[in-house]
């Protein structure tokens, strides 16, 4: 099963990065405001950025290396992709 790395953009402009075995599922829950203590009340919520991986651990592991990138770094990432 393939895990997937994303970046959602808020309302307000902030990036929230996450991982899923399930895509469709996990933003509709973002979408519902039942996703993440963060995302809730920033919506409505676009999908800026996804990229497979193989496993959690590795999603796991991206997920913090975007995590650790600054704003104008992630910005660079969601536009390397449009």
């Known amino acids: 099963m393939d895990w997937i790395v994303y970046i959602l953009k808020c309302a307000d402009g902030t990036l ?27 919506g409505p919520l676009e999908l800026v950025y996804q990229e497979c991986c193989l496993d959690r651990g590795f999603a796991s592991k991206r997920e913090n290396q975007i995590k650790a990138l600054g704003k104008q770094a992630k910005l660079l990432l969601v536009s390397s992709t449009a």
Request: aromatic share 8%; hydrophobic share 20%.
């Open 16 to 42: 929230y990065t996450g991982i899923t075995n399930d895509l469709e599922r996990r933003l509709a829950q973002h979408q519902s405001g039942n996703g993440a203590k963060y995302t809730k009340g920033r």
